[in-house]
């Protein structure tokens, strides 16, 4: 029985679940549990704050998780980082007041900077070869520069509304972020097993993810003109109409470029465009 650790609640929550969802993997929804059991897949999910998960999966307590990976390198600890999820996006960010002259790294030269994850900004600093003040806090680390804590703040941005609602501007990204699946090293055969099948599941959810399934007729004239509008994953599919002369094509493709590609085709004389739903793309 492999055991997955997932945030019991905040950010991570929802989309871990439909991710495991979207795999094919009840498991049950509670967040006042500790612990619950897939009713059809050998996994149990252990619900967790997602400071503690590196660690719980690197000391072998769960044997995968899904978490931020900003958190995996902040906390430092040995786990295998076995796919990025695509959801949970952010940055780590420095950011200074904004009426400040920003002139590259160097400002942070014999600053103080506040933050909630020094390992990060240290080893930036390091790199830098910046000799700064890290002052640790816990929370709200964007209002420390107006309280005169610190000269500049390091921490998670996405659409970077907080800091400017705080006079903020953002100077520097260190790194971006998304939820991985990370795994402790040196899993027996029974449970890789079990995560190799997770793996190619969860890889089929997130190539699917986006993509519609197209069907078009054309003349046959236009099937090679039509082909290289919608190209698809391997070859798109190519069937005869029993109105002589003309065939129909599948294919899947980006849900972003549906209209520009129904247009084109359109152009070129296409008829009948359908545009379906994916429920699943199995590879
Ligand atoms: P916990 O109670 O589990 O400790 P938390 O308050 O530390 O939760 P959340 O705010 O739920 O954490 O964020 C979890 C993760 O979501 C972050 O570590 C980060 O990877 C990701 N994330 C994505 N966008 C943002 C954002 N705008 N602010 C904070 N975290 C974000
Ligand atoms: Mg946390």
């Known amino acids: 029985m492999l055991r997955i650790a997932l945030q019991s609640k905040g950010r991570l929550n929802e989309k871990s679940i439909a991710l495991l969802r979207e795999a094919g993997i009840s498991i049950e929804e509670s967040s006042r549990k500790l612990l619950s059991r897939s009713s059809n897949f050998p996994m149990e999910v252990l619900y967790l704050r997602d ?24 906390r430092a600890y040995p786990v295998d980082v076995l796919k990025h999820l695509e959801f949970g996006k952010c940055r780590l960010s ?8 920003y002139d590259g790294p160097e400002f942070f030269n014999g600053k ?35 309280i ?32 991985v699946l990370i795994g402790r090293p040196g899993l027996d055969e029974e449970k890789m097993q079990t995560v190799r099948t997770l793996l190619s599941r969860f890889t ?26 919608i190209p698809s994953m391997k070859s ?9 002369g003309w065939s129909a094509i599948h294919a899947v493709v980006d849900e972003t470029e549906v209209w520009e590609k129904a247009d084109r085709l359109k152009q070129i004389g296409a008829e009948d465009i359908l545009v379906l739903s994916m429920e699943k793309l199995i590879i």
């Open 94 to 101: 420095l950011a200074i007041p904004k009426y400040l002259e």
């Open 148 to 179: 005169g804590l610190a000269d500049g703040i390091f921490d998670i941005v996405s659409s970077g509304g907080t800091l400017v609602q705080n006079g903020l501007a953002e100077v520097e990204t260190v790194m971006e972020s998304d939820a």
């Open 236 to 244: 798109p599919t190519l069937l005869p109409l029993a109105d002589k």
């Open 51 to 74: 400071d503690d998960i590196p660690q719980t999966v690197s000391c072998g307590i769960a044997d995968i998780g899904i978490v931020g990976y900003n958190e995996v390198m902040e």
């Open 204 to 229: 089929s959810v997130l190539r699917s993810r986006g993509k519609k399934y197209m069907l078009v007729n054309v003349p046959n004239d236009k099937i090679d003109e039509a082909l290289e509008i």
């Open 112 to 146: 103080r900077v506040a933050t909630s994850y020094p390992v990060i900004l240290k080893s930036y600093f390091d790199r830098k070869g910046i000799s700064c003040e890290i002052r640790e806090i816990a929370g709200s680390v964007e209002i420390s520069p107006s």
